[in-house]
């Protein structure tokens, strides 16, 4: 369409003029014509903009109901539809279906008759108030308060507050010092030793998981998953607080306090975080009566328990702290999980019940050893791997040693630690110790007694270094034991013990390696050379310490004292302690770790070997696998949540 009409109002040519033409009448004619239009079209959208003002005007009403407040106005439209309104709110809201008059001045009606009501109910309750005493309104505040409390707490917000539990009688928290001076000096020495590792850590490492003494900063490994969970000092506070290094030991607990947060994105060991850091914290507990250590120990159980989220409810090796997302080791039998780990955590879960009041955890592990009782056991063996989703036994692979070693020791002490009444657990542990003894113990042809290893059916004469530690569990269980049997394994204990030093004594540097064979002429002796490190583990030390305080043979501190030579000649260094690579060399190499173990176990240990046995005694501690000290539950009449009532 063209708009020739409108060109002139541009003011710049007017193109309908013709030359030599009388332009004039012509022209007034056109501008006439112009104008008309232009006013029509003015008026046009004058009354266009009226019509469209008339529509666009603002709704009075709604406005009204809007300065109500939407609450005021919401509530009643969704909770009385009986007051004739509509049930939901979207009338208002949206202003949908506003032209209704007579229903609007409903509305209103109702509503200002609804605001009476609620300003007549307020001055009454005000007036109520004013004639009430001082007392009795602050009486009626803290209703309310307790009222929101309680609120709360049924809905799950904020922290839970433990149980008060009482503290079960903790005997022999005491000094320990030896009468003899030499002896005492031995101690110190160990307690020097405890000090330098603790102090480079503390320069060094402090808050990773371990410590590399060589390289002097941080070290971890994936069984803490990537996170630094300060490995090292939950490990080690038990051992400073039994040492009396007070100051060392405090800055241990306001770390903890701190920085141990297991809200991590991190993937870590189901069974080291159980030992190391449940049993580190809730030992430290016990010993200092700090509720930090029970706290934290709390915590970090809940975080482990979807672990146990599998087909069989035995659990997953590994569990992501965050998601709670489980998983196998690979090459644990085509992803099985492994009899010493889901088999090493009743102790501290008892004490988790006893302590929460949860019944959770003690659940989770008399499933274990339910689901156990039900299998069948190749010649009455345990093998190593067991297969979560299935149920079924992995490798036909039995060892006393890694895989399997602590499985065994948790039904002895799951024993002690009930007071005795644990009946079940002992007998449990007597079957498998008489099975093990037919088929995997031997005597050497120089005269060693030692535990090999079974596989498929065909005994290999291995002895690993971390199955060292059973001749202090058979001398443990020797009383109790069936058949009137305590003197053969105090003796079968006595064995290992002399075969561990062998294999210690057998070495150049006179510490023992991580596995020694009794093959083809070989006594106690490393061949692989993958066999021959020393990692500062203590399961030898730890036999010595058991089998001295039953025996007090002195052989055994002076066994031990070898050990503490040997390490402080061999795996000091400036910035702590090291591994070595092959104890067969009089020049060894270091694997640069400091294990965490060290401190909590081995020079734990150590300590113990020289002091007085009023130290922590074995009529009323027990000694978690990573050798941190629970006391005996006296449950008397006492039955944990979820469990049956205790039995003699
Ligand atoms: C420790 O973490 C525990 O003793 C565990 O039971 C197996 N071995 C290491 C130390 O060697």
Redesign the pocket.
Known sequence: MTTPALLPLSGRRIPTLSPGASSFPHHRATLRLSEKFILLLILSAFITLCFGAFFFLPDNSKHKRFDLGLEDVLIPHIDTPKEGKHASGQVIIHGQGGHDEHRHREEEESLRDKIRADHERALQEAKEKLRKSREELKAEIQTEKNKVMEDLKKKDIGPKPLPPVPMPKVVGVSDGEPPEPDVKEKRDKIREMMKHAWDSYRQYGWGHNELKPIAKKGHSTNIFGSSQLGATIVDAVDTLYIMGLHEEFKDGQEWIEQNLDFSVNAEVSVF?VN??FIGGLLAAYYLSGQEVFKLKAVQLAEKLLPAFNTPTGIPWAMVNLKSGVGRNWGWASAGSSIL?EFG?LHMEFVHLTYLTGNPAYYQKVMHIRKLLAKMDRPNGLYPNYLNPRTGRWGQHHTSVG?LG??FY?YLLKAWLMSDKTDTEARKTYDDAIEAIERHLVRKSNGGLTFIGEWKNGHLERKMG??AC?AGGMFALGADGSPDDKAGHYLQLGAEIAHTCHESYDRTVLKLGPEAFKFDSGLEAVAVRQNEKYY?L???VI?TYWYMWRFTHDPKYRQWGWEAVQAIDKYCRVSGGFSGVKDVYSSNPTYDDVQ?S?FL??TLKYLYLLFSSDDLLPLENWVFN???HPLPVLHLGNITLPGSEPAQR
């Open positions: 080291e030992i190391r010493a090493t890694g070693d602590s020791e270094h971390l530690f990692i583990r203590p399961e730890e294990q173990f909590a176990e696998t990573e050798a």
